[in-house]
């Protein structure tokens, strides 16, 4: 059950989000970057988000594994591949937005504490 569980999880629209920031940021090395706070914040926030994934994965399956069976888990990552489960998360931005909520905030604080380690800000007041 964990197994398609997991499946599940990585089709949820935070994960997938994560993944193409994580994609984006990924620019040569000649591109100073120091400079610009918004771009370091972002870093932090997928840094800390793939540092912890697999940790976030397991957090974040625990529940499907228990609430459904193996073969249920199977039809609901079915739709979620498919192209009704891809049409309901184009379609619906307040799911996107109450996932992001829900499972970035333990990432948002830790990307906000490495963003502020060895600059003059407050963790709980920096914007990743």
């Not at 697999?54 to 609430?67: G, H, K, N, S």
């Not at 380690?117 to 990743?128: L, T």
């Amino acid at each position: 059950a964990m197994s398609w569980a997991r499946r599940i999880v990585e089709t949820e629209v935070a994960m997938l989000q994560i993944n193409s920031m994580a994609d984006q940021l990924e620019i040569p090395s000649s591109i100073p970057s120091s400079g610009n706070p918004e771009l370091l914040g972002a870093k932090a926030f997928v840094g800390a988000v793939q540092e912890n994934r697999a940790a976030l994965v397991e957090q974040m399956a625990r529940p499907y594994a228990v609430e459904y069976t193996p073969a249920e888990l199977q039809v609901i990552l079915d739709f979620r591949i498919g192209p009704g489960g891809q049409g309901r998360i184009r379609l619906d931005p307040n799911l996107i937005d109450a996932l992001e909520r829900f499972h970035g905030a333990k990432a948002a604080a830790e990307a906000r504490r490495r963003f502020c380690a060895g600059r003059d800000c407050d963790p709980a007041k920096a914007a990743p």
